[in-house]
């Protein structure tokens, strides 16, 4: 048989029924207040709980160590994998028979390099016969060019008079130019007041004529017997 709860006013009436009936009634505690108070967790389900999350948090830790080991594993690929080991081996290989073949050439080696190389065809790749064609343009435009950059060269240091020099020539070349410009601005006047002249000598002529026609003279122009 299921005891008697003592917060329960319904139940059984007890001693402590009795006085939450009496608070229930007079309203310092409500119905709600005491339900909630009756619903009581038990101590083995937060305990449950707390076992999952550190089961959880081993594996996520063990998953952590797991992806650390691939990374490394990852970096350190290429010095203990055996497939990069093999090419690493295979280069040292060529190296140390390209070392072998110039210590057994030596002598022939030093005394080619004492030479002078001149009007001696070097082999070239046929796959690289393009880049010295361009190669060839770009060292004929350089050596059309050279004389011209050496002289650029030797002017560096007199860069500054020549700056100044640039100065006063640009300076007298200003003054010219107005100097020009007054020139052309009065040679038109000139040519306007001829203009003027030109159109009025055939009427100075023609009042001549009419007077020497008509007889009649100029009485300040005075003749000599």
């Not at 449950?48 to 081993?58: D, E, G, P, R, V």
């Not at 860069?159 to 020009?180: F, G, R």
Request: hydrophobic residues 40%; negative net charge.
């Amino acid at each position: 048989m299921e005891p008697a709860n003592p917060w329960d006013p319904a139940s059984a009436p007890n001693a402590a029924g009795l006085v939450l009936g009496h608070l229930v009634a007079s309203g310092f505690v409500t119905q709600e207040m005491l339900s909630i108070s009756k619903k009581s967790a038990s101590c083995f389900v937060n305990f449950f709980k707390l076992q999952q999350i550190t089961n959880i948090q081993a594996e996520i830790n063990q998953k952590n160590l797991e992806i650390e080991l691939l990374r490394l594993e990852k970096d350190a690929a290429d010095v203990v994998h055996p497939s990069f080991l093999d090419e690493k081996c295979h280069t040292l290989q060529n190296m140390n028979n390209h070392l072998e073949a110039v210590l057994k050439e030596k002598r022939s080696l030093r005394q080619r390099l004492l030479k002078p190389m001149c009007q001696e065809n070097l082999p070239i790749e046929f796959v690289y016969h393009r880049y010295m064609v361009h190669l060839l343009e770009l060292a004929v435009t350089f050596i059309e060019r050279l004389e011209t950059h050496l002289e650029t060269i030797r002017n560096i240091p007199h860069l500054d008079a020549n700056l100044k020099k640039m100065s006063k020539a640009l300076a007298k070349m200003n003054i010219l130019v107005t100097e020009t410009e007054e020139l052309v601005e009065n040679i038109l006047k000139w040519r306007e007041q001829q203009k003027e002249i030109s159109s009025c000598i055939p009427k100075i002529l023609a009042e001549e004529n009419y007077l020497h026609k008509y007889g009649f003279t100029d009485p300040c122009v005075h003749h000599t017997p």
